[in-house]
Antibody
Framework: QVQLQESGPGLVKPSETLSLTCTVS????????WSWIRQPPGKGLEWIAS???????TYNPSLKSRITILGDRSKNQFSLKLTSVTAADTALYYC?????????????WGQGITVTVS | QSVLTQAPSASGTPGQRVTMSCSGS????????VNWYHQVPGTAPKLLIY???QRPSGVPDRFSGSKSGTSASLAISGLQSEDEADYYC???????????FGGGTKLTVL
């Protein structure tokens, strides 16, 4: 079965760039959207961005100016870069598999990675 | 950042039926299907209901969902202690061109 694993630094300094990678195992990235979602401490979920296996991307408008999502089909990975981070970007970051047709369910999630901006 | 509106908390005793609501607008719930996720503290969210009222394989029929207009509801019957978790509604938002989540409802089993 498909499993997702986030990786990256757990601590990032203010104004620097947060870089995370999600590795997909047990299946191909073909045919799905692959998404990043974050959860600030004690708060709800916020969609960040998604990438289709072809490379097409969609971004949350509130973050669009600071984010880049890339895919590497050869490695079955996709990544997130968030620039100019502040304390408000401190959160638990999840990657998830998202369906390409309505209702666009996120049916497989990584365990999440905690990123602190300090 | 706009979110779907959920009550922050709900509670019930074992065996009871509890419901939780999710309110949105015409650009999300009003025109798209609703999915529900539950999250046990310290773990990743897990899909609970999709397409308003469909249960993924393995989800007990104690869980049910419904939608009407720009609102949706999740009902849990025969409440069990292991149902204690955070519950999030989500729907595609046409303005966002992406999924929009609710703020979450924390369910406590008394």
């Amino acid at each position: 079965q498909v499993q997702l694993q986030e990786s990256g630094p757990g601590l990032v300094k203010p104004s620097e760039t947060l870089s995370l990678t999600c590795t997909v195992s047990g299946g191909s990235i073909t045919g799905y959207y692959w998404s990043w979602i974050r959860q600030p401490p004690g708060k709800g979920l916020e969609w960040i961005a998604s990438i289709y296996y072809t490379g097409a991307t969609t971004y949350n408008p509130s973050l669009k100016s600071r984010i880049t999502i890339l895919g590497d089909r050869s490695k079955n990975q996709f990544s997130l870069k968030l620039t100019s981070v502040t304390a408000a970007d401190t959160a638990l970051y999840y990657c998830a598999r998202q369906g390409v047709t309505p209702p666009y369910v996120m049916d497989v999630w990584g365990q999440g990675i905690t990123v602190t901006v300090s | 950042q706009s979110v779907l509106t959920q009550a922050p908390s709900a509670s019930g005793t074992p065996g009871q039926r509890v419901t939780m609501s999710c309110s949105g607008s015409s650009s999300n719930i009003g025109s798209n299907a609703v999915n529900w996720y539950h999250q046990v503290p310290g773990t990743a969210p897990k899909l609970l209901i999709y397409s308003n009222n469909q249960r993924p394989s393995g989800v007990p029929d104690r869980f049910s969902g419904s939608k009407s207009g720009t609102s949706a509801s999740l009902a849990i019957s025969g409440l069990q202690s292991e149902d204690e978790a955070d519950y999030y509604c989500a729907a595609w938002d046409d303005s966002l061109s992406g999924p929009l989540f609710g703020g979450g409802t924390k369910l406590t089993v008394l």
